[in-house]
RNA sequence: GCCCAGGUGGUGGAACUGGUAGACACGCAGGACUUAAAAUCCUGUUCCCGUCAAAGGAGUGCGGGUUCGAUUCCCGCCCUGGGUACCA
């Protein structure tokens, strides 16, 4: 029979499902791997093409490990809370619990039909009860907990109480808000209740805080800095707005260092690292304190000073004016009366620019004088304070000290305001621009002229500590992050507040369920939606009316894997430290600094805290690339008043007329060749359309675009499925290219592996389709192409180069249809080796050749024999003097000397040796491959 | 601007540590089988010059360099994609 796909394709994902193929064990003799895929966000468009790419590749790795001998755990789940379930809620009414759970039952029934070995009985999807619960659960952990710097780990908040019962403040190195206060043990313990829970909040790794954020009065909620475009919301196109709100945070800031060091112990792809590196952003520098002139203003401030941050404190001498942020505090207090009109009006023009005119601007100078000086702690100077917008308020200290000679910004600064620009450096060359160089010798630099950029840079560093006035200093770009949302579609957050101060609630009241509302909107008086919820009320207070963000949920789902179903734990300890960790974590690098770091943070304050055993969660890291459109176009013929006519020009024609380009939908469009009959039927108004037609066909245009919809390049992988097969479409897929590469999907090469296919098939079958196999002894060809294979799938998938593979496996059946071969050792080991990429078929012949049903998946990959690679004699490529080539058939049991013994008598290479001796010959890997004459 | 990835036939791509560039597949052209179609099989297919063939020349974005030998290593430039954005 005929290669019947769909049977056999519906017979065993049958087979898998009901006997639990897939199933992994939390115990086993064998040694354990873990493969995990991003789980998906269910929208409401299904999958196309592009998902499943990632989820074939870690599936062609799954099932090779478990051919290999390992107990392989390989789940799927659902990223289930997210923002289009609640938008549509919305618009709708519909409950986004319903539209999720519709999307999901797609989802599935997509992913099923492509035959992954998920291990379907440990689903999760994040907004189940039973899930989310464990998610509030770590929420609660992180509130009671704070990082002591000392032991470089988090710690329980008791312990710190404690301590502050004991010894006050003093000996406490603690990651926490700027401004804590210092006390002892008795000012601790006359404190009321409120006082000490209010300065705990400045400890807490989850926290609440005043911050800015994108603030969208229309929408009602919190937006996130993607979710906003040109200072308009993404959806809906209303102003956004900064705006300073009570939020949730979590102090990732914490493991800063730690998050920075560990992407030295995982093998990730390097951009990708560098992607967090960067996220992280640390600066190795120092900070100063600069006095600030009393004569110049009489300052109210118990401040003296401005404190900065420069990663060149060597440049100090260099310093001829101070910049700070409009925004920063003592800006008020240092406005002298005459500069205060000036001030006012910069600090009002910055407030109207949104971040995008900032950033436009970046470019023309602008700024205001305050009227104040510091001095330079090193040599005593008058330096005068300005207020710019180029320095930013979050970063740093919000002020820098400028040196323009070795700044660019600082030195067109000084420029505009005619300041002075003092070179530091013998080397330095700045007649037209700033120099920032480090090579050379100090010069107007006091006691470190003559110095080398190193020495310099220590001297100053030690004089500054000496003084007080300064000291070595390492900053990080990374903020702390934002943890509410005014939603309704994500976890509620177990707090409730009573008397103004946030209380969690405890575990018995786990999971704390979200609420129903009758609508998915704000309030009236501004409040999130849950603040709509009735009958949704703590005993001790009011809960919290924010939502956690989109990726708490994401951010330890693959320890509940390990045991999904435990209700007493987010996973048992034995099944934590059987699994441990991730082995292989493939996904997109859209998540770099989003979901890959938030992860990273979590898993960190999980194993400092004894929850999980390994630092890291994610061991090796594959990025898939995008799948990007192609779009196909055709092209209307316009008339002389521009109206589209129903002519439709072939692509190669249309220079010679007036044409207007248009989408067409990919799926009746092969090889760029337009199927003019389906193209009729495609749309009522182009029933009558006519051609033009170059060659007798229709050309159409191409371009590579974003898969959407709208422009009708979105191909279906249902549609592949129905023609071509899963397993055709499972190796298609890789056949495209090197999995990380992003790619515009093409569906013109999938005939070939669908013929491959069929030419596999057929091996096993006579003329007459029936299935024949043969017992004799196999050939040395046939044992010399299996051998091929069997080595080459192993390296090509140990280094995830599975386009490489397909193509072997081509030719791998083209040797052996041209050998006639039917032989069951061989048909058999080609069937284990091929089974990781085209399961399907294999299942079934690998029944048909005498095996039990299921025993497939475990079957142990063959051995590779290099005996049978070896060759008698080969064709020899010789070069001389590297350009001309010749051919000699050499046998590979002669030495280097009796190879160049041959390679010399021969008539050619007499020629152009021409009765002389050669030079040099090179010899690699005991080849000669090049006489040099 | 800065950081990263990439640029190979008509197309997708291969060439793993510097050693016969273009594997494999699509497409295209020609042929076989067939009443015909589908399916299948065979031959050719980087370009130029050669009316077949042989022989020759050029060739991995561009310009240089190292080497007996470079798609691969080094320097400079151009282009495409991704990230980031006044980070002191």
Sequence with gaps: MDYQFKDIEQKWQQFWADNGTFKADNSSAKPKYYVLDMFPYPSGAGLHVGHPLGYIASDIFARYKRLKGFNVLHPMGYDSFGLPAEQYAIQTGQHPLVTTEANIATYRRQLDQIGFSFDWSREVRTSSPDYYKWTQWIFMQLFNSWYNKDADKAESIAKLVEHFEKNGSAGINAVCDEEVLSFSADEWNAMDN??????????????????????????????????????????????????????????????????????????????????????????????????????????????????????????????????????????????TPEQKAEIQAYIDQTKKKSELDRMADAKTVSGAFTGSYVRNPLNDELVPIYIADYVLAGYGTGAVMAVPSGDQRDFLFAKHFNLNIVPILDTQDITTEADPTKEGKYINSDFINGLTYKEATAAVVAKLEELGAGRAKINFRMRDAIFGRQRYWGEPVPVYFKDGLPHLITEQELPLLLPEVDKYLPTESGEPPLGRATNWKHPEGEYELSTMPGWAGSSWYWYRYMDAHNDAAFASKEAIEYWK?????????????????????????????????????????????????????????????????????????????????????????????????????????????????????????????????????????????????????????????????????????????????????????????????????????????????????????????????????????????????????????????????????????????????????????????????????????????????????????????????????????????????????????????????
Aim: charged share 25%; net charge negative; with cysteine.
């Design 194 to 335: 409120r006082a000490q829970q209010n300065e705990l909040l400045k400890y807490r790794l989850t926290y609440l805080r005043e911050s800015t954020v994108n603030w969208c009065p229309a929408l009602g909620t919190v937006l996130a800095n993607d979710e906003v475009k040109d200072g308009f919301s993404e959806r809906g196109g209303y102003p956004v707005e900064q705006k300073k709100m009570m939020q949730w945070s979590m102090r990732i800031t914490a493991y800063a260092e730690r998050l920075l060091q560990g992407l030295d112990t995982i093998d990730w792809p390097e951009p990708l690292k560098e992607m967090q590196r960067n996220w992280i952003g640390k600066s190795t520098g120092a900070s100063v304190k600069f006095p600030i002139e009393k004569t110049a203003q009489n300052l109210q401030s118990a401040t003296h000073f401005i404190e900065v941050f420069t990663t060149r404190v060597d440049t100090i001498f260099g310093v001829t004016f101070l910049v700070i942020a409009p925004e920063h505090e003592l800006v008020a207090e240092l406005t």
């Design 581 to 933: 960790d991730v082995d292989l974590y493939i996904g997109g690098s859209e998540h770099a600094t989003g979901h890959l770091l938030y992860s990273r943070f979590w898993n960190k304050f999980m194993k400092d805290i004894g929850l999980v055993v390994e630092e890291e969660p994610f061991k090796k890291l594959i990025n898939q690339g995008m799948i990007q459109g192609r779009s196909n176009f055709v092209y209307r013929l316009v008339d002389d008043e521009g109206r589209g006519t129903n002519t439709f020009i072939s692509h190669g024609l249309i220079g010679q007329y007036k044409t207007s380009p248009l989408h067409v939908d990919v799926n009746i469009v092969e090889n760029e060749v337009l199927n003019t009959e389906k193209f009729k039927k495609w749309r009522d108004d182009f029933a009558n359309a006519e051609f033009i037609l170059e060659n007798g066909k229709y050309i159409c245009g191409v371009e590579v675009e974003k898969m959407s919809k709208s422009k009708f390049n979105v191909v279906n992988p249902d549609d592949l499925c129905q023609r071509y097969g899963a397993d055709t479409l499972r190796m298609y897929e890789m056949f495209l290219g090197p999995l990380e590469q992003s790619k515009p999907w093409n569906t013109n090469g999938i005939e070939g592996v669908f013929k491959f296919l069929r030419k596999f098939w057929r091996l096993f079958h006579n003329d007459a389709w029936e299935f024949k196999v043969s017992d004799n002894e196999p050939s040395k060809a046939e044992l010399k192409s299996l051998h091929k294979i069997i080595r080459k799938v192993e390296e090509d998938i140990e280094r995830f180069s599975f386009n490489t593979s397909v193509s072997s496996f081509m030719i791998a059946i083209n040797e052996l249809t041209d050998l006639k071969c039917n032989n069951r050792a061989i048909l058999q080991d080609l069937v284990v080796v091929l089974s990781s990429y085209a399961p399907h078929i294999c299942e079934e012949l690998w029944v048909m050749l005498g095996n039990e049903a299921g025993s497939l998946s475990y079957a142990p990959y063959p051995k590779f024999n290099p005996t049978y690679l070896v060759e008698d004699e080969f064709a020899y490529p010789i070069s001389i003097n590297g350009k001309t080539k010749m051919n000699l058939n050499i046998s590979l049991s002669l030495d280097v000397s009796a190879i160049e013994a041959l390679v010399r008598a021969n008539a050619d290479v007499q020629r152009y040796l021409d009765g002389k001796e050669p030079k040099k010959v090179i010899v690699v890997k005991g080849r000669i491959v090049n006489i040099v004459v």
